[in-house]
């Protein structure tokens, strides 16, 4: 595997590309779940839905 | 001309960062318009062909893993068939000056041999990426591949990093992002103790905790290319200390956050923290890695720029800076969506707990 990617670089550039958009999408996620939880609070609460 | 376009890029992305303001829904031309910039610089990053020369090529005829070299050159003369084999003449394509030596030169032709007959057409008027080997019993260049035809940008070829000279596209982008997610923590820190507006708090804390995600990616990518360039993930290198004491510093910042139960109390105390921490950033990411000797770009006695742009000539290839700015852009652009996400959700969040 090593050697591979000593051999064929573009593989490391692509690994790197990767793991940011892994770290990007992985914030995205946390966020996405947070929202979630924030929506489920306002459907169940009928008092809440009707002051926001 | 450089320093204009990197300056252009920086103020051009901030500016599209706080339209129309940090804290309001992104319009769809702007989201558009970020997922282009992003996906224009990936493709910009991986796509373009490596434009080694022939004394590239003849340089590393004995090692085992790179003999065989991306050259960029245009064609001569017609197809000759000799024997088995097929030979051409060429010349190197982008003849280039490092400090007035020339590097290489377009007065020479050289050989190149063709095993099989090429399946593509060989044009005067083209210009070619080959991948080459040299062999010097015969002098003669052995055709490999064929890379590319007529590209429209090219990389410099670097031996020690090869293709992962495109790292800088990415991984510093990540580096000059944190620094800018740390300065508006900052600059709202202190629009928090003048005003005392909580809205403030929301934005400064949001940005401190992009800076950490953006300074945890660039560590990691770091790290990354040092286990092929530098043989170790972690080397104690003046640079990853640097930014190991940074990750600790805003580490803290958080810690410090999560002990109050006070909001008031919490935005107050951070606040001052993220201006005192701020102070420590342009030492340790700017300064200290070039006061001492060290393995990453840009420390001391290192001829190369490094991660920031050197005023010497041929120290950052220019269509390597090219793209940089571009992806510099794209991931500035991109910090703030995501910042005006998260800033977007605490607002709320701040809403529904005061109506409860």
Redo the contacts between chains.
């Keep these: 595997m090593y050697d591979f ?3 064929n ?2 593989f ?6 990767l ?2 958009w892994f ?2 999408s992985l ?2 996620l946390v ?1 996405d779940k ?2 979630s939880k ?1 929506e489920a ?2 459907n169940k609460n009928e008092e ?1 839905k009707n ?2 | 001309m450089k320093y204009f376009a990197l300056g252009f890029s920086i103020f051009f992305a901030l500016f599209l960062g706080f339209y129309p303001n940090l804290a309001k829904p992104k319009p769809i031309i702007w989201k558009m318009f970020a997922i282009l910039i992003v996906s224009i610089s ?1 493709i910009l ?2 796509l373009p062909p490596l434009s080694g020369t022939f004394n590239d090529a003849i340089e590393l005829k004995s090692s085992p ?1 790179h003999q065989n070299v991306d050259v960029y050159l245009k064609i001569q003369d017609n197809l000759e068939q000799n024997g088995d084999f097929y030979f051409i003449n060429a010349k190197i394509s982008n003849p280039y000056t490092i400090s007035g030596l020339e590097y290489d030169s377009d007065k020479y032709n050289y050989k190149i041999r063709f095993d099989k007959k090429p399946i593509f057409e060989l044009n005067k008027s083209h210009k070619y990426v080959f991948n080459l080997r040299y062999i010097s019993e015969d002098n003669v260049f052995i055709f490999n591949k064929l890379i590319s035809i007529n590209p429209y940008i090219t990389y410099p070829y670097i031996p020690a ?4 000279i ?2 800088l596209n ?2 510093v982008p ?1 580096s000059w992002t944190a620094f800018i997610a740390f300065f508006i923590s900052m600059f709202y820190a202190v629009r928090y103790l003048r005003s005392q507006d909580l809205t403030n708090d929301i934005f400064a804390s949001s940005a401190a905790l ?1 800076g950490l ?1 953006f300074t ?2 660039a560590t ?2 770091g790290m ?2 040092a286990k ?1 360039n530098w043989g170790a993930f972690w080397n104690w290198d003046p640079r990853q200390i640097s930014i190991f004491v940074l990750l600790m510093i805003y580490f803290a910042y958080f810690a410090l956050r999560a002990s109050f139960d006070s909001k008031v109390k919490k935005a107050k105390l951070s606040s001052v923290y993220s201006i005192l921490s701020f102070v420590t950033v342009p030492f340790l990411v700017f300064i200290i890695p070039r006061l001492y000797t060290g393995l990453h770009p840009g420390a001391k006695g290192d001829g190369t720029a490094g991660p920031v742009i050197s005023p010497q000539e041929g120290m950052l290839d220019s269509s390597l800076a090219f793209t940089y700015y571009i992806s510099l852009a794209g991931f500035i652009i ?1 910090f703030f969506w ?1 910042m005006n ?2 800033i977007r ?1 605490q607002i ?2 701040e ?2 707990e005061e ?2």
């Design positions: 990617l000593v051999s670089s573009i490391v550039v692509l690994i790197i590309a793991i940011i770290g990007i914030f995205l966020i947070k929202i924030l609070l306002i809440l002051n926001i | 990936l990053t991986i893993e990093l090869v293709q992962r495109k790292i990415l991984h990540m992009l995600i945890l990616l990691s990518t990354i290319w092929f991109l995501l996400l998260l959700y709320l969040n809403k529904l109506i409860e």
